[in-house]
């Protein structure tokens, strides 16, 4: 049996490990075109995917294939067909094991950093870090200002000077800024063919420009936004543009100066050495492995909401003096109802207006922007400064422009958003409300309003 198994042709390793991951991970696949197509977030993937296959196929022939690595993605498969884990971090899991198995992190760091930064995460890292991006930022700010003799307070992510209130809002967290830094840096690092080390502290040194010249920036718009300084409208775009040009340019200085001694044109390659084929066992476990995981991905259903606990929920019947009147949900509310982990109910108002409030009893990313779900129904939404309404409260505010794609979606020119916990404190959107609620900061449940006009 053993000269028999010895005779037997071994299978080439590059087709099977990219089969195998095709089919162990497709739930993936159909999850990153559909967010990258509807809008909910940025397509800004598509750019780390397309350079880093344009830097994978020109260095083809200088792929190593790991066994170790081929093992702990197999160990990466079964796990993530075995755990109902959220579809970012099965992409997280795709990613860790193709960068595995090609011995990528210790030969081509900087492509493996483009391969993650390939995954649709702005809006995962709006929600999760841009509160504490802000909180920052309005910290650094106000510092950066009292510093030039301005007598500014804050309060959260609100500057306050002489009764004028200017908020760091989500599009000033510099999420934007720092993706394309860490595309920039890891490019870099692929093109200079830098070592690992060497691109971790490049993608540290663009975290921390970002956060500085994040805060200058605030700073600098205070001026206009409080009514100081009379600036056109531009001005925001002008600042933003000139720091991504401080910040590439500082990069591309750095690693410049940390690229392998006469590898400035990224071009000392190894010898050229065919992938080794992988033994039979090997590619045996990996075949069982991945046809298991698609198996089961494909019978796997997700769990029902329990709405038990809402059964007693009071909606309102008064918003802002008008009369609220119940209306059945779209079906596209009907959609987006049936995965929300609570309860949600629309209105109407005399005028128009159309209201959605969500209530919740935990922390809960489930609980997201309602201008996403306006993008994905083919809406162009642009944030503006905070809204304080009557009573003190900071709305997050969005002009709405476009038609809905869905044409049971019903026209919006604006959107406002507040979630207010049992306690009466408020929050301008989910980013500012999550930790608080997690870290047991804000009591619940909590109550999301949406105002569309």
């Not at 921390?208 to 775009?237: D, Q």
Request: contains cysteine; glycine residues 10%.
């Amino acid at each position: 049996m053993k000269n028999l198994l010895t005779r037997l042709p071994s299978l080439p390793p590059i087709p099977l490990i990219a089969g195998g991951l095709a089919l162990a991970f497709w739930p993936v696949f159909r999850w990153w075109v559909a967010r990258m197509g509807d809008g909910s977030d940025d397509p800004l993937g598509f750019a780390a995917l397309l350079v880093a296959g344009g830097f994978l196929w020109a260095r083809r022939r200088e792929v190593r294939v790991s066994l170790y690595g081929v093992w702990m993605a197999l160990g990466l498969i079964l796990t993530q067909a075995v755990i109902p884990l959220p579809p970012l971090i099965r992409g997280i899991c795709l990613v860790a094991a193709l960068a595995g198995t090609l011995c990528l992190p210790r030969r081509q760091p900087g492509i493996t950093a483009l391969l993650f930064l390939s995954l649709p995460v702005v809006a995962s890292l709006q929600y999760f870090a841009g509160y504490p991006l802000r909180l920052v930022t309005a910290e650094s700010a106000v510092w950066l200002l009292n510093a030039m003799g301005i007598g500014v307070g804050r309060v959260g992510t609100l500057m306050n000077w002489r009764g004028h209130e200017v908020g760091v809002d989500a599009a000033c967290s510099g999420i934007k800024l720092l993706w394309v830094s860490a595309f920039t840096a890891a490019a870099l690092a692929a093109r200079f063919r830098l070592t690992w080390q060497r691109t971790l502290a490049l993608l540290g040194t663009g975290l921390g420009l970002v956060v500085l010249l994040n805060a200058v920036r605030s700073a600098i718009l205070f001026f206009p936004e409080s009514g100081l300084v009379v600036w056109p409208e531009s001005t925001h775009e002008g600042i933003g543009a000139g720091l991504f040009v401080m910040v590439a340019a500082t990069l591309a200085g750095v690693a410049g100066k940390w690229a392998p001694q006469g590898n400035l044109s990224g071009n000392n390659r190894p010898a050229p050495v065919d992938p080794a084929p992988l033994p039979l066992s090997t590619a045996a476990a990996w075949i069982a492995a991945t046809v298991c995981s698609a198996v089961l991905a494909l019978v796997q259903t997700p769990a029902p909401v329990s709405a038990a606990a809402f059964e007693t929920v009071e909606w309102p019947a008064w918003f802002e003096g008008e009369t609220l009147r119940p209306v059945p949900l779209s079906p596209c509310e009907e959609r987006f109802a049936a995965g929300f982990p609570g309860q949600m109910n629309v209105f109407k108002t005399p005028s128009g207006r159309t209201l959605i409030f969500r209530r919740v009893l935990r922390a809960s990313r489930g609980l997201h922007s309602s201008a996403d779900c306006l993008r994905a129904s083919g809406y162009s939404v642009h944030p503006e400064p905070l809204f304080m309404d009557d009573q003190k409260r900071a709305w997050g505010d969005y002009q709405v422009s476009g038609a809905p794609a869905d044409a049971d979606t019903a026209p919006v020119r604006r959107l406002r958003e507040l979630i207010v916990d049992a306690n009466g404190r408020t929050y301008p959107d989910p980013s500012s409300w999550f930790w608080p609620a997690l870290f047991g900061q804000s009591n619940g449940p909590w109550t999301a309003i949406t105002v569309m006009d």
